[in-house]
């Protein structure tokens, strides 16, 4: 089992900055994937950003890429996402989730379906 602790969020104006943080605990994969995804009210969960834990590969959703940025610690077993230039449109609860043992991650996935732990979420709220 894997556990997924998210900090970070919060309430901030358009054209802010927040850094959310994700630790896992438990057995993590090595070679897993690593992602933040978001959910907005009456809105299906979707992928923001992911990392591979050890390859060199990142993949962002076309609606924050150039704002949001994401980046791995594997020492801390943490990834981090930097949010800048934040949108209104960015209001969401972000979840943070990672891939489970025995699917190596070459090429970061966004697809929530690939994911087989989730953290509780950190709520990104942004006023214009």
């Known amino acids: 089992q894997v556990q997924l602790v998210e900090s970070g969020g919060g309430s901030v104006q358009a054209g802010g900055s927040l850094r959310l943080s994700c630790t896992a605990s438990?057995?993590?994969?090595?070679?897993?994937?690593m992602g933040w995804f978001r959910q907005k009210p009456g809105k299906e969960r979707e992928g923001v950003a992911a990392?591979?834990?050890?390859?060199?590969?990142?993949v962002y959703a076309a609606s924050v890429k150039g704002r949001f940025t994401i980046s791995r610690d594997n020492a801390k077993n943490t990834v981090y996402l930097q949010v800048n230039s934040l949108k209104p449109e960015d209001t969401a609860m972000y979840y943070c989730?990672?891939?489970?043992?025995?699917?190596?991650?070459?090429?970061?996935?966004?697809?929530?379906?690939?994911?087989?732990?989730w953290g509780q979420g950190t709520q990104v709220t942004v006023s214009s």
């Open positions: 989730a990672i891939t489970g043992v025995g699917r190596t991650c070459m090429v970061a996935e966004l697809s929530p379906d690939e994911y087989n732990y």
């Open positions: 438990g057995y993590i994969y090595a070679s897993s994937c």
């Open positions: 990392i591979s834990r050890r390859y060199s590969s990142t």
